[in-house]
């Protein structure tokens, strides 16, 4: 059972990436998905969440708008899409069966959560 992210790298400011997430051992059906990110010596940040039903988005304000999560049950993945990167937003990111305090992604809870290795996301020039 576990979550494994892929795509982070190297990009430009202004630039866009996006992240997938791959459920193996498990199906994330039904299970809202949760984005997190951490910086070195910093606490970790809750980034957004999709959910189960009718597939409801929630995002920190920082990111909203610039930043869109997505489902694919049927190849069991989860995307983050980011566009408009700022250095800012330079961060290892997580997925994970957990949703940022203060969320509003419905599903069931799934204790205890699964969480991914992180994939490492650098803004740069």
């Known amino acids: 059972v576990n979550l494994v992210e892929s795509g982070g790298g190297l990009v430009q400011p202004g630039g866009s990436l996006r992240l997938s997430c791959a459920a193996s051992?498990?199906?994330?059906?039904?299970?809202?998905v949760g984005w997190f990110r951490q910086v070195p010596g910093k606490e970790r940040e809750g980034v957004g969440c999709?959910?189960?039903?009718?597939?409801?988005?929630w995002y920190t304000k920082s990111m909203e708008g610039r930043f869109t999560i997505s489902r694919d049950n049927t190849k069991n993945l989860v995307y983050l899409q980011m566009n408009g990167l700022k250095p800012e937003d330079t961060a290892v990111y997580y997925c994970t069966t957990d949703t940022p305090s203060g969320s509003a992604c419905a599903g069931r809870y799934r204790n205890p959560p699964v969480w991914g290795q992180g994939t490492l996301v650098t803004v740069s020039l």
């Open positions: 999709i959910g189960v039903y009718d597939y409801n988005t």
């Open positions: 051992g498990f199906s994330l059906d039904p299970y809202p």
